[in-house]
């Protein structure tokens, strides 16, 4: 079974500043995909970025990146010049190539601040 | 707007009622998902159709159900409600199945349960 680990519950970063988010995961299937996903307070589930598990080079969405460290099994999510609309739920998320169901982390609220 | 339409979006019913919850998925997509979202149980993965077959199975109770339909719309029935049930129910979609690991699941707004 998969189990992904989001040890953050909550994190303040100012306004124009980049920020972290971790993200562990375990699986011990060889293909998988990890995914990250943005829930404001309307509650709306919005996906903001992919990496797969033999993808060569970090996944980049506009200021969104992924930090992915195989060995490590991390998949950190940086949120460069971050802005108030930034503020929201992350979730981490991960499937497998023989369960494409996602299971989630617990979540890490973020708080951009002026 | 991710293309997954949910409805309706709020509900609110009373214990041992029976309600169904509506998605209808990304055009193009053949795969649907129904996920629960709560306080003390976090996002929970309940089951999948791919194309109107069950794919994959996860902790949905016995009193609920779900179906696909030949349009590929799908239905999240849930019967004899208990408070417990309160819950934002999601529903996402994806063009493939279990086809690989790059399956990218786009969610729809969310139904959100009140249980009186």
């Known amino acids: 079974a998969q189990k992904i680990t989001q040890t953050q519950p909550g994190m303040f970063v100012q306004e124009k500043e980049a920020v972290t988010l971790d993200c562990t995961y375990d699986?011990?299937?060889?293909?998988?995909?990890l995914f990250w996903y943005k829930q404001p307070s309307s509650g709306e589930m919005i996906f903001l970025i992919y990496?797969?598990?033999?993808?060569?080079q970090n996944a980049t969405e506009g200021r969104y990146s992924l930090n992915f460290q195989k060995a490590r099994k991390s998949a950190n999510l940086v949120i460069s010049a971050s802005q108030l609309g930034d503020s929201a739920m992350y979730f981490c998320?991960?499937?497998?190539?023989?369960?494409?169901?996602?299971?989630f982390g617990t979540g890490t609220r973020l708080q951009v601040t002026l | 707007d991710s293309g997954v339409t949910q409805t309706p979006k709020h509900l609110i019913t009373a214990t041992g009622q029976r309600v169904t919850l509506r998605c209808s998925p990304r055009?193009?997509?053949?795969?649907v998902y129904w996920y629960q979202q709560s306080l003390d149980q976090g996002l929970q993965f309940l089951i999948q159709y791919y194309n109107g077959e069950e794919r994959a199975k996860g902790n949905i109770l016995e009193r609920f159900s779900a179906q696909q339909f030949p349009d590929l719309h799908s239905e999240l029935n849930l019967s004899s409600l208990e408070l417990g049930d309160s819950a934002l129910y999601f529903c996402a979609s994806s063009v493939g199945g279990s086809l690989g690991a790059k399956n990218i699941q786009y969610f729809g707004a969310g139904t959100r349960l009140s249980v009186l």
């Open positions: 055009s193009g997509d053949l795969s």
């Open positions: 990496q797969g598990s033999y993808d060569q």
């Open positions: 998320a991960v499937n497998t190539g023989t369960a494409s169901k996602l299971t």
């Open positions: 699986t011990s299937d060889p293909s998988y995909g």
